[in-house]
């Protein structure tokens, strides 16, 4: 265990659904990010929220939608994705400080399957 | 698995053999760098990670070696274990709070 919990860990839906990816971090960080990992592309950013506030959207379609509520749980709200979209999505969280850099802890990931 | 579309390098060792796994970087002003160990349906889990400042670093049965000169990075580990079956990442991260680059991966597989 890593200290960050994804739910749901698979999840299949349609093209005209809407669906929700949730992340917990248990670890006191004060960062979280959103990647995507499919079977065709390396490890890609999509967002990154430092201090509750997105510092990085990797020009991601406007289909995935992030939300940060607190420094401890973070959102992916999805919305007529395509097929294409269909891959492992991971979240992840540092404890990053001025010129501290230091490493990501992930979740387990949520597979997700776009009809 | 979510690498197989990917042709990942592969490297296949006999249990008890060390393993070398190699990444090339390519942003000069990197200047901290990571390992990263996943397994089949698991998340990226850290493994070491290395400053600019120092050429190596050892953890358990782990040694990272840093040489900038020729902007390369590479995990030993000693007396492989099928456990150590995984896709193992480099990533990379410039100075300040910029993210982290990750490198394609390699698959190591571990012959028992």
């Known amino acids: 265990e890593t200290g960050v919990t994804q739910t749901p860990r698979h999840l299949v839906m349609g093209m005209t659904n809407k669906k929700s990816l949730k992340c917990e971090q248990h670890?006191?960080?004060?960062?979280m990010y959103w990647y995507k990992q499919s079977a065709k592309k390396p490890l890609e950013l999509m967002f990154v929220?430092?201090?509750?506030?997105?510092?990085e959207n990797n020009s991601v379609p406007s289909r995935f939608s992030p939300e940060c509520p607190n420094s401890s749980h973070l959102f992916l709200h999805l919305h007529t994705l395509q097929p294409e979209d269909s891959a492992l999505y991971l979240c992840?969280?540092?404890?990053?400080?001025?010129?501290?850099?230091?490493?990501?802890?992930f979740g387990p990931g949520t597979r997700l399957t776009v009809l | 698995g979510e690498n197989v579309g990917l042709h990942l390098p592969t490297l296949s060792v006999q249990e008890g053999d060390n393993s070398i796994i190699n990444c090339a970087y390519s942003n000069s002003a990197s200047d901290y760098f990571i390992w990263y160990k996943q397994e089949s349906g698991k998340g990226p889990q850290f493994i070491i990670d290395?400053?600019?400042?120092?050429d190596k670093r050892q953890g358990q049965r782990v040694t990272v070696l840093l040489n900038k000169t020729v902007k390369h990075l590479s995990l030993q580990i000693a007396a492989t274990q099928p456990g150590d079956s995984a896709v193992y990442f480099c990533a990379e991260r410039g100075r300040g709070n910029t993210p982290l680059v990750f490198g394609k991966g390699t698959r190591l597989s571990v012959i028992a």
């Open positions: 290395i400053r600019s400042n120092m």
């Open positions: 992840a969280s540092s404890q990053d400080g001025a010129n501290r850099p230091s490493e990501q802890f």
């Open positions: 670890l006191g960080h004060n960062a």
């Open positions: 929220y430092s201090l509750e506030e997105r510092v």
